[in-house]
């Protein structure tokens, strides 16, 4: 098993920017898949951007070139940095873990709000 927990939601104006973390319980490098999934209001969650054990990125078309996806194994910890925010990045964003056994795991999610 794997806990999650993120951290570095907030509220912020659009073009601004926020760094989100998620903490994992066990050493991500035995993660195959880590990720970050946002569900706004009424719509359905969406992959927003993930990271394999080995470095490989990928991302959601609405935020390349904005946002980065990164893990620190040392800390256990994956970061989603966030730049040039807009009113329509405003969602609960969720961590996920995907397990070499092929287990799925999410954390309880983080507020990001942008508006002016």
């Known amino acids: 098993q794997v806990q999650l927990v993120e951290s570095g939601g907030g509220l912020v104006q659009p073009g601004g920017s926020l760094r989100l973390s998620c903490a994992a319980s066990?050493?991500?490098?035995?993660?195959?898949?880590m990720g970050w999934y946002r569900q706004a209001p009424g719509k359905e969650r969406e992959l927003v951007a993930r990271?394999?054990?080995?470095?490989?990125?990928n991302y959601a078309d609405s935020v390349k070139g904005r946002f980065t996806i990164s893990r620190d194994n040392a800390k256990n910890t994956v970061y989603l940095q966030m730049n040039s925010l807009k009113p329509e990045d405003t969602a609960v964003y969720y961590c996920?873990?995907?397990?070499?056994?092929?287990?799925?795991?999410w954390g309880q999610g983080t507020q990001v709000t942008v508006s002016s």
């Open positions: 996920n873990a995907v397990l070499r056994t092929l287990n799925v795991y």
């Open positions: 990271i394999t054990s080995v470095g490989g990125t």
């Open positions: 066990r050493n991500i490098f035995s993660i195959n898949v």
